[in-house]
């Protein structure tokens, strides 16, 4: 960062500042592995970097994150991925809070074990909408679908979370 002009270097730390922990979270849920999610989140901030045009004022949380399921997507793609991820036991996502009673968590453990079952397309709109708190129209900037589609993508989703949690006895 040395090169960058002061301008830029200010405008990247402000970015990195605001955004870094949600990225680094969203490619940690995505990725369940912190070591590949704080490389993806690297490669992420690097590609902020080398990017040459400006990025729209108000849409750089929408950037971020569409590189970051881009970049996650890559990783979970690899065949290295495949075998050693897939294989993987989940980590424990939601941390416990001392008010939090055992039903509770477990019933909070059961949902990201289902969330982390459902298709990607479905999985990375829940992630965005209610894990990253974007509304539809963001999340649908963040992937590059129609803002209809993420509606439709969101709605699957909550009517298959609804299936997996009544099988495993949780009719919250």
């Not at 405008?11 to 993806?40: H, I, M, P, S, W």
């Not at 649908?140 to 989703?157: E, V």
Request: glycine residues 4%; proline residues 4%.
């Amino acid at each position: 960062m040395g090169r960058l002009p002061q301008a830029e270097r200010a405008r990247f730390e402000e970015l990195y500042t605001l955004y870094g922990n949600d990225v680094l979270r969203l490619c940690y849920f995505y990725l369940a592995d912190r070591q590949k999610a704080e490389d993806a989140a690297q490669d992420v901030f690097l590609r902020l970097l080398q990017r040459q045009e400006e990025i729209t004022p108000g849409k750089e949380k929408s950037w971020l994150m569409q590189v970051a399921v881009n970049r996650c997507r890559d990783t979970w793609r690899s065949a290295w991925a495949r075998r050693v991820l897939l294989g993987a036991p989940q980590l424990e996502l939601i941390p416990a809070r001392e008010n939090d009673d055992l039903e509770r968590r477990e019933e909070k453990e059961a949902l990201m074990r289902a969330v982390h079952r459902l298709p990607p397309d479905f999985r990375e709109v829940v992630l965005l909408c209610y894990y990253q708190e974007m509304t539809l129209e963001e999340t649908a900037a963040a992937l590059g679908i129609p803002q209809g589609t993420a509606a439709s993508r969101l709605a699957r989703a909550k009517e298959k979370l609804k299936r997996m949690l009544k099988e495993e006895g949780y009719d919250g």
